[in-house]
Every structure is written in structure tokens, then in C-alpha cells.
């Protein structure tokens, strides 16, 4: 990603890296305050609250108490959404603006299918 984005903005690897690393922290200590993220025309991010529940270890099958925790959620944008599946975003022409490709629709990777437990390898 900071490649692609030293690129596209024509500066120093360096200096995006930073850049974007003071974008994460940002979002985290927001997500830490519990407030919401929103970046608009791409989606947003908030805490949501686990309960605790009732789980089964799948080794022994004794049932076991899972505690409740916060989690980091994110929603797509309309806009993010629309372009993901080919769709019109209701007009908006925020993404043309920006100097991205309007006429591609995302392709799952080959073996991209996720399933409940899964690791993924990036």
C-alpha cells in the first residue's frame, strides 16, 4: 500500500509511510475512545461490545465461557459497495474525482473463500 500510494501521489516512501501511520493511529486511539470513524465514500469504524457467551472446545467438548470483549467493526460505504459489485452509487462520482477507475469490479482471489476459523495468509 505505500508503494502504491508514493506512487499515486508522486512523494518519497518515507514520507507516505509516516503519513499513513499517523492514519492508523489515529483511527485506533478514536476506536479506543469508543467514537466512530467515518471515511467518507469508503465506509466507517466502531467498537461493537461482545457479550459473553457459552462455547464448546472443540478438543475436549466441555462447555467453557467465552468473555465479553470489544471488537472493531467496519461497514462498507454505499459508494464502496456499488463499486465492489458493479453497481451505480446513486450518482455519486466521488471516485472519477479522485482519479480511480470506475470500470472495474472487484474479483475474489483465487482462494479467497473464508471459512469460520480459517487463517488467512496476506
Known sequence: ??????????SQK????????????????ALVKGEKVDLRGFGSFQVSGKKAR????PRTGE???IAARHVAVFKPSKELSG????????GADGAEAGGLSTDIVA???????KVHGDKIDI
Open 14 to 29: 518515507e514520507q507516505t509511510e509516516r503519513l499513513i501511520d499517523a492514519l492508523l493511529v489515529s483511527i485506533t486511539e
Open 63 to 65: 462447555t467453557i465461557t
Open 54 to 57: 457459552q462455547g464448546r472446545n
Open 1 to 10: 500500500m505505500i508503494n502504491h500510494v508514493a506512487q499515486a501521489t508522486q
Open 83 to 90: 463499486r465492489l459489485n458493479g453497481t451505480p452509487d446513486d
Open 107 to 113: 474479483q475474489p482471489q483465487q482462494g479467497s473463500e
